[in-house]
């Protein structure tokens, strides 16, 4: 297998480029992937919108995640492009995650749990031609829906209190649409919100300036959702 240019780069994963169809996603401390491609042809065989995956070479590394190459944006670029309205974003997001808690767990035996993201945000979201594609399953477990949607609104809360981020003010109005729409489906209650707290300030890729806003950022969701 021949890697080609590299696509992008995130805070844990280096995409490349195979050929027109497809790309390599290979984590930068050689973590295992086997467990997200389980994950991910658990969710494309209940029809949750991943990326198809690819054959796997017999040189690739358990790093390695062989995917369907996407094209278009990612959810971040349409809203700052203005392509996205805030409302519209909210909308789709809210629905993202309401699909995907319809998918009972793969694994647990308790019949609430279900499959969880725990990082779906715009930039996490690419709009294909076809419609959004949910990427980047790194996180993924199973769980109570309502940590999902904690965790969503979390991550968009940390950059709407963020001074240093250009995107504070459209973070702070996609939040602000987000929210009714995942009241409507149990929103995100106290404790669930704890817990994302928790699990954020777990995070190793975080820089400590994120890390100290996570605190602000779970209240202004407190004072957005009312």
């Not at 489906?185 to 820089?207: E, F, I, N, T, Y």
Request: proline letters at 9%.
């Amino acid at each position: 297998m021949r890697i080609g240019q590299l696509l992008g780069a995130g805070r844990s994963a280096d995409v490349y480029a195979i050929d027109e169809a497809w790309v390599l996603r290979r984590y930068r401390d050689s973590s295992d992937a086997t467990p997200e491609l389980a994950v991910m042809s658990y969710l494309s065989a209940c029809g949750y919108p991943v990326p198809r995956l690819g054959p796997s070479p017999a040189t690739a590394t358990p790093s390695d995640l062989v995917l369907q190459r996407l094209t278009g944006p990612t959810m971040l670029e349409s809203l700052l492009s203005g392509a996205l309205t805030e409302d519209e974003g909210g909308a789709m997001l809210a629905g993202l995650l309401t699909d995907l808690h319809t998918i009972p767990a793969r694994v647990s035996q308790d019949p609430e749990d279900r499959m969880l993201h725990l990082d779906l945000h715009p930039d996490n979201v690419m709009l294909t031609p076809d419609g959004p594609v949910v990427i980047d399953w790194r996180t993924t477990a199973e769980g109570p829906p309502a940590l999902d949607r904690a965790m969503s609104s979390l991550i968009l809360a940390q950059v709407a209190v963020d001074p240093a981020s250009p995107a504070a003010a459209g973070a702070r109005s996609l939040l602000k649409a987000l929210l009714p729409h995942l009241a409507d489906r149990g929103g995100v209650p106290a404790p669930h919100l704890a817990r994302a707290k928790r699990r954020r300030a777990m995070d190793p890729h975080l820089s400590p300036d994120e890390l100290a806003l996570i605190d602000e950022a779970a209240d202004l969701i407190g004072e957005l959702a009312g």
